[in-house]
């Protein structure tokens, strides 16, 4: 099994940060990509920001020169840094993991999610 702890959500004023933290354990031989993805009231859920085990990026047009996506290896934890945070990021943030498992199962696997609500 592999599970995935997410962090760093909460309440924020417009212009302001946050950094989402999402760390993997469990039954892991190796990680994939990582990705962030987010759902607001009444929306699909979109993805964010995503980052492959070679350390390539992409991000939702929304969010491109304000968020920030990384990840440490070492850790098995994945991050994202949010700046000029708007009220339209008011979202519920999930964290999606590719993994290869120890028994060499591959899964994709998602957070519990994590709220970030972004006050005008």
């Known amino acids: 099994q592999v599970q995935l702890a997410e962090s760093g959500g909460g309440l924020v004023q417009a212009g302001g940060s946050l950094r989402l933290s999402c760390a993997a354990s469990g039954s892991i031989r190796s990680i994939n990509a990582m990705g962030w993805y987010r759902q607001a009231p009444g929306k699909q859920r979109e993805l964010v920001a995503r980052?492959?085990?070679?350390?390539?990026?992409n991000y939702a047009d929304s969010v491109k020169g304000r968020f920030t996506i990384s990840r440490d290896n070492a850790k098995n934890t994945v991050y994202l840094q949010m700046n000029s945070l708007k009220s339209e990021d008011t979202a519920a943030y999930y964290c999606?993991?590719?993994?290869?498992?120890?028994?060499?199962?591959?899964?994709?696997?998602w957070g519990q999610g994590t709220l970030v609500t972004v006050s005008s």
């Open positions: 999606k993991t590719q993994v290869t498992t120890t028994f060499l199962r591959y899964l994709e696997v």
């Open positions: 980052i492959t085990s070679g350390g390539s990026t």
